[in-house]
């Protein structure tokens, strides 16, 4: 088990330009998920997949985001013309869900930290 | 996703037990109760979770009360590693997202 692995880990940009994320999950791992976190607060939820489909998003997901999952493996996230209120962590997650198995936890990347300058 | 309440903040001496309280009154019959703690500079990472009965492993315990709206994570023996901010959330079963609220910031002291 190598973990959710997130890339790149701090991401400096300008006002305006626009930004990728990519997350690696756990190998057998289904969902994906991505959140953000600000400083002090617990992470908020942004959408999840279930293999390459895109089931949820949350309001927060303006449409400046859009995140995809093209073969059900790794994901990106972009944000276009970044604003300073951008700037936060990005958090990846994954899990397995079995059908009519219960409930499975999510399992975190460390996440990408984004400063927007 | 019913909501949780949790202390701000806790402290705790080395080598003792750390009990980490949260209310979750309003938890559905189907929702589950999560633990996650968050070290600095790090993702969450998962401890334990539970529907009704009490949980054990290799990190923690965690106690349901008997009508689900509360419940407390014990760490048996704490150690300053364990200085961490500590989620505890209720997901309804294979629901997509976590809700997670501020948490409780527990400080280990020698």
């Known amino acids: 088990d190598t973990g959710v692995s997130q890339d790149p880990r701090h991401k400096i940009t300008k006002r305006g330009q626009n930004v990728t994320f990519r997350c690696d999950p756990i190998?057998?791992?289904?969902?994906l998920y991505w959140y953000r976190q600000t400083l002090g607060q617990g992470p908020e939820f942004l959408t999840y997949?279930?293999?390459?489909?895109?089931?949820?998003k949350s309001r927060l997901l303006s449409d400046r985001f859009s995140a995809e999952r093209p073969k059900g493996s790794f994901s990106t996230l972009e944000i276009q013309r970044t604003e300073q209120g951008d700037s936060a962590m990005y958090l990846c997650?994954?899990?397995?869900?079995?059908?009519?198995?219960?409930?499975?936890?999510?399992?975190f990347g460390d996440g990408t930290r984004l400063s927007i300058l | 996703d019913a909501k949780t309440t949790q202390p701000p903040s806790m402290d705790c001496a080395e080598g003792r037990a750390a009990n980490l309280p949260c209310n979750h009154s309003?938890?559905?019959?189907?929702?589950?109760v999560y633990w996650y703690r968050q070290i600095h500079s790090q993702g969450p990472q998962y401890i334990i979770h539970?529907?009704?009965n009490n949980e054990t492993n290799e990190m923690a315990s965690l106690i349901i009360t008997e009508d689900r709206k509360s419940s407390t994570l014990i760490l048996p023996h704490a150690t300053l590693r364990d200085t961490a901010v500590y989620y505890c959330?209720?997901?309804?079963?294979?629901?997509?997202?976590?809700?997670f609220g501020d948490g409780t910031t527990l400080t280990v002291k020698p």
């Open positions: 309003t938890i559905s019959g189907n929702e589950y």
């Open positions: 539970g529907l009704k």
């Open positions: 959330i209720v997901r309804v079963t294979n629901a997509g997202k976590s809700t």
């Open positions: 997949f279930q293999n390459e489909a895109q089931l949820e």
């Open positions: 190998s057998e791992h289904n969902r």
């Open positions: 997650a994954s899990s397995l869900d079995r059908t009519g198995g219960g409930n499975q936890p999510q399992h």
